[in-house]
């Protein structure tokens, strides 16, 4: 007999055959034996346990870690109505494989999301963005960060971390924005028999060239120096220039890229 197509033309095809015993199929690959008399039903599909019934769709939330595994993904699984989501604020990208189309009702289950790792340059930078430092952690931190500074040049900036390391002891009195436009730290030095004067000259900005993400380009990116004078102390720090302008833009290119590459359009927002 064919195959019934309801759950309720089973159940006809079982009262039809309650005086007498038959073997029914029924929809999903479900298989009856009805027995007479007091037509008994059993349902014989897999007695043993050895068919395993594939699932009606697809349940899959995956997490992945870089835009090139985003990409290889959801050109493997793709459907026409696949869609991109790209969160500026949470720096993430969500690939909705089974998007609902125009019109259509969709279970929107099977999911692929990644969330940008921000490199170590940007991370080690943006957490001093607008903190106030002494000379000697300041001069430190840039001694250690050099290598993302382009300008001034390498030679120029380890001047500068020598000067401000070995001048802890002198009173700052003030500072007088030089014709290079750095700002030059006056103090006097009572620490010896003679008091001496001097200046120690800090660079008024610095440009840095660092990636935004993990394993990105390098963006360049300026930071304005900053400095207060407590007494006769000298407090120093930067603050960076538009940075969160950058980050923006850098995102935005690479959510434009991974939708070119995938051939799948991209929204800005989030899904419900």
Not at 65 to 73: G, I, P
Not at 143 to 166: F, K, M, T, Y
Request: glycine letters at 6%.
């Amino acid at each position: 007999m064919s195959a019934p197509e309801t759950e309720a033309g089973v159940i006809a095809e079982l009262a039809v055959r309650a005086n007498g015993g038959e073997v029914v199929h029924g929809p999903n690959g479900r298989t009856f034996l009805v027995s007479a008399p007091g037509a008994v039903v059993k349902d014989i599909t897999d007695p043993h346990g050895i068919v395993v019934d594939p699932p009606a769709r697809i349940r899959q939330s995956v997490t992945l870690q870089t835009v090139d595994s985003l990409v290889d993904y959801v050109d493997r699984f793709k459907t026409k109505d696949t869609v991109l989501f790209a969160d500026i604020r949470q720096s993430s990208i969500a690939a909705l494989i089974d998007y609902h189309g125009p019109g259509e009702a969709a279970h929107v289950d099977h999911k692929a999301t990644m969330i940008l790792p921000f490199s170590e340059e940007w991370k080690t930078w943006t957490a001093i963005d607008g903190k106030m430092m002494d000379q000697l952690t300041f001069a430190r931190f840039l001694e250690e960060n050099a290598v993302d500074v382009v300008a001034p040049s390498g030679a120029d900036l380890l001047e500068v971390c020598r000067d401000l390391q070995a001048k802890r002891k002198v009173d700052f009195r003030k500072a007088v924005r030089t014709n290079t436009d750095n700002e030059n730290f006056e103090y006097t030095d009572e620490t010896t028999a003679t008091a001496k004067s001097g200046g120690v000259e800090v660079p008024s900005k610095f440009q840095l060239k660092v990636p935004v993400y993990f394993g990105g380009e390098t963006v360049s990116l300026f930071a304005f120096l900053r400095w207060n004078l407590v007494e006769t102390s000298l407090q120093l720090g930067v603050k960076l220039h538009r940075a969160e302008h950058v980050r923006q833009a850098v995102f935005k290119q690479i959510v434009t890229d991974a939708g070119a590459r995938s051939e799948r359009p991209v929204l800005f927002g989030t899904a419900g």
